[in-house]
């Protein structure tokens, strides 16, 4: 069983920056890949960014060059740095955990479907 829970949402304004953080419970941390997904309402849940477990970093295109997904297995901690926020910026942002094992260890899931833990989700909120 992992646990997840999120911090660091908020309300900011169109070009301010936000970091959100996911800790996780369990001491194989480091053999998840994990990805953060946001969903604002009326919408699905969509990608933002995942991480496997050797690193490789993967992006949604809205995001490309403006969020920053990172982990520190040591805190077993995921973090999302979010620059130059915009108002469709605007939903809850999940985090969660994909804890099959993939022989390719530079992979990690674009779709929810694979993601077998989430978090409860933290609100971001972008004014204009």
């Known amino acids: 069983q992992v646990q997840l829970v999120e911090s660091g949402g908020g309300l900011v304004q169109a070009g301010g920056s936000l970091r959100l953080s996911c800790a996780a419970s369990g001491r194989t941390f480091s053999s998840y890949a994990m990805g953060w997904f946001r969903q604002a309402p009326g919408k699905e849940r969509e990608f933002v960014a995942a991480?496997?477990?050797?690193?490789?970093?993967y992006y949604a295109d809205s995001v490309k060059g403006r969020f920053t997904i990172s982990r520190d297995n040591a805190k077993n901690t995921v973090y999302l740095q979010m620059i130059s926020l915009k108002p469709e910026d605007t939903a809850v942002y999940y985090c969660?955990?994909?804890?099959?094992?993939?022989?390719?260890?530079?992979?990690?899931?674009?779709?929810?479907?694979?993601?077998?833990?989430w978090g409860q989700g933290t609100q971001v909120t972008v004014s204009s």
């Open positions: 991480i496997s477990r050797s690193g490789n970093i």
């Open positions: 969660a955990a994909d804890t099959q094992y993939y022989s390719n260890s530079y992979y990690a899931s674009r779709g929810p479907g694979t993601y077998d833990y």
